[in-house]
């Protein structure tokens, strides 16, 4: 498959996985676990049954192992991480050289959506905790929805968010066509993230494409 007929949707790198980030990672994946402090990347393509090959590329490259590996209905993502923050940069070099793109060549990521309500209401909460595999929701508390496309940048919104705030992760979903996390926490702590992943996003580059 030449360049031309791949499509690089994402990819990110997260330098330290924070301790709630990898923490409910660690609940999802199926593959290797993450912990705190590790880096990790994350590359979602299409074709999506393109991920098959390239998690063989960058596993046999480095010590770098994966956590995730995932073809849903249009699109593959994988995830690779380590505490040897150099040896991800290296899997993901050797993909895309075996590739034949650079970083630049992934699509941008956008912010489809974000919502901020406060003082959540006791019933939305218990209907958003049946789903949720991260922190309960807490009734009074205020909810941030962040939704982004390309789905796997939401992953890295997620963790810069952390960084930034003493937020709450409540649940995350990187497949598909879209990315959502919801947070909570106080009104302030909740404005904190949602600026600091809005931010994160936007500095990162690429190609311009529509939803």
């Known amino acids: 498959m030449t360049a031309e007929e791949f499509s690089l949707r994402c990819y990110c790198y997260l330098d330290r996985m924070q301790p709630q980030y990898a ?20 590359i979602e393509m299409s074709p999506g049954n393109e991920v098959f090959r390239t998690v063989d590329i960058a596993v046999k490259a480095t010590e770098a192992r994966p956590g995730a590996q995932i073809v849903e209905r249009e699109f593959g993502m994988f995830e690779v991480h380590s505490h040897n923050q150099a040896a991800v940069i290296e899997s993901g070099r050797i993909v895309l050289e075996r590739l034949g793109l650079k970083i630049e060549d992934r699509i941008r990521p956008k912010v489809a959506s974000v919502q901020l309500i406060t003082n959540i209401d006791p019933y939305q909460a218990q209907l958003l905790n049946r789903f949720r595999r991260g922190s309960m929701l807490v009734p009074g508390q205020t ?6 496309f390309p789905a796997a940048y939401i992953n890295y919104a997620c963790n810069e968010a952390e960084k930034k705030s003493s937020i709450s992760i409540v649940h995350v ?19 904190t993230a949602r600026d600091a992943s809005i931010r994160a996003l936007e500095d990162l580059e690429g190609i311009e494409s529509e939803f």
């Open 23 to 42: 923490a409910f990672v660690g609940t999802v994946t199926q593959g290797d676990l993450p912990t705190e402090g590790m880096a990790a990347l994350y």
């Open 143 to 148: 909810l941030l929805v962040v939704e982004c």
């Open 173 to 191: 979903s990187s497949v598909g066509r879209f990315g959502r996390m919801w947070l909570s926490g106080t009104e302030s702590d909740a404005q």
